[in-house]
T-cell receptor, first 111, second 115 residues
């Protein structure tokens, strides 16, 4: 079992709808979780960071964390074509900053 | 500088050649990471520096891979006797210091193609 798992997609969502991206992780000791967005041919950029159970909202983005279920998700409201990208879930190793990434979910917003 | 820079952006090597990839982190950033990203995959950790000290090199795939950061700023990733399986994008990232809550800022990457 991979340490961080994501559905690779592709996930297609109509413009204006809610896109839901999911990630599960295996290390129960994980404390913080990152969502990175990566446009084709570009480097990853951080869009959300969460470390407490529950929801964290930032504009159109909401991260949800459930440590008991070892599950973290990202919701994108009012999806725009510019949201079309690969979304990477990343978990830092406790005591060592290295990030373990999922394979990423490719999201396409359909105009 | 405004962000992490890497050079060259693209590198084509013949199998067996040695290559050197350079990373300039954000000024003042203590932590520096190298990741390898294969097509369609997430980045995979290679190695980690805190200032000039290489604290973790557990992700380096073989002894053909070597990284250094002699003065605690610029870092070089060297690959000796390149193989086709080394073809990937090599990403460098830096962060302001130790701690799993610190954001890692990524450079544009070097796309290495081994023929």
């Amino acid at each position: 079992q991979k340490e961080v798992e994501q559905n690779s997609g592709p996930l297609s969502v109509p413009e204006g709808a809610i896109a839901s991206l999911n990630c599960t992780y295996s290390d129960r000791g994980s404390q913080s979780f990152f969502w990175y967005r990566q446009y084709s041919g570009k480097s990853p950029e951080l869009i959300m960071f969460i470390y407490s159970n529950g929801d964290k909202e930032d504009g159109r983005f909401t991260a949800q964390l459930n440590k008991a279920s070892q599950y973290v998700s990202l919701l994108i409201r009012d999806s725009q074509p510019s949201d079309s990208a690969t979304y990477l879930c990343a978990v830092p190793n406790f005591g060592n900053e290295k990030l373990t990434f999922g394979t990423g979910t490719r999201l396409t917003i359909i105009p | 500088g405004a962000g992490v820079s890497q050079s060259p952006r693209y590198k084509v090597a013949k199998r067996g050649q040695d290559v050197a990839l350079r990373c300039d982190p954000i000024s003042g950033h203590v932590s520096l990471f190298w990741y390898q990203q294969a097509l369609g995959q997430g980045p995979e950790f290679l190695t980690y520096f805190q200032n000039e000290a290489q604290l973790d090199k557990s992700g380096l795939p073989s002894d053909r891979f070597f990284a250094e950061r002699p003065e605690g700023s610029v870092s070089t990733l060297k690959i000796q006797r390149t193989q086709q399986e080394d073809s990937a994008v090599y990403l460098c990232a830096s962060s302001s210091g130790p701690g799993s809550y610190n954001e890692q800022f990524f450079g544009p990457g070097t796309r290495l193609t081994v023929l």
